[in-house]
């Protein structure tokens, strides 16, 4: 079983829509998780970062977590062309010497006008 | 402030050769990570280093290595490169280890 699993996309939604975005993770010691969003030929670029159950939201950026289901998830609300990227999610996980993000594929979001 | 730094940002080797990576972090950032990222194998860790130790390393070979030094500052090697090797390699900092990490541009390796 993979440590970080997503869909692979691509994800298409019309311009205005919510995209939604999800990911689930195997290792139920995780304590903190992550969005990155990466352009084509760019490096991924951090988008919300997430700790606790729950909603946190940030702009037109809700993450969701919930760490019984070991699911995390992104919404994006009000999406535009310029959203479309590959959206990583990322898992930190804590080793008896430190800590490694484990990063799922990604999920390739479409906003099309 | 300043983002994080890699450089060089693109390099062309040949296999067998051996290649040297340097990443700069954000200043005040202590702790740096490596990635490598891959069309097939997605983005892998390399390994973490913080305080001038190495922390953590994932599943590569030992031709993978790293050093960090005392101004944070932090370099990657790879020996005797293959070409499967050829990849994009990506240096993130945070403040310390187990913070959120904030990657620079990365470098486009290519092996020949």
């Known amino acids: 079983q993979k440590e970080v699993e997503q869909n692979s996309g691509p994800l298409s939604v019309p311009e205005g829509a919510i995209a939604s975005l999800n990911c689930t993770y195997s290792?139920?010691?995780?304590?903190?998780f992550f969005w990155y969003r990466q352009y084509s030929g760019k490096s991924p670029e951090l988008i919300m970062s997430?700790?606790?159950?729950g909603d946190k939201e940030d702009g037109r950026f809700t993450a969701q977590l919930n760490k019984a289901s070991q699911y995390v998830s992104l919404l994006i609300r009000d999406s535009q062309p310029s959203d479309s990227a590959t959206y990583l999610c990322?898992?930190?996980?804590?080793?008896?010497?430190?800590?490694?993000?484990?990063f799922g594929k990604g999920t390739s979001l479409l906003v099309t006008p | 402030k300043a983002g994080v730094t890699q450089t060089p940002r693109y390099l062309i080797k040949t296999r067998g050769q051996q290649v040297t990576l340097s990443c700069s972090p954000i200043s005040g950032h202590r702790s740096v990570s490596w990635y490598q990222q891959t069309p097939g194998q997605g983005l892998q860790f390399l390994f973490e280093?913080?305080?001038?130790?190495?922390?953590n390393k994932g599943n590569f070979p030992g031709r993978f290595s790293g050093r960090q030094f005392s101004n944070s500052r932090s370099e990657m090697n790879v020996s005797t490169l293959e070409l499967g090797d050829s990849a994009l390699y990506l240096c993130?900092?945070?403040?310390?280890?187990?913070?959120?990490?904030?990657f620079g541009p990365g470098t486009r390796l290519t092996v020949l």
């Open positions: 990322a898992v930190n996980r804590a080793s008896n010497s430190g800590y490694a993000l484990n």
């Open positions: 280093y913080f305080s001038e130790t190495q922390r």
């Open positions: 997430i700790y606790s159950n």
């Open positions: 993130a900092s945070s403040p310390s280890i187990g913070d959120t990490q904030y």
């Open positions: 290792d139920r010691v995780s304590q903190s």
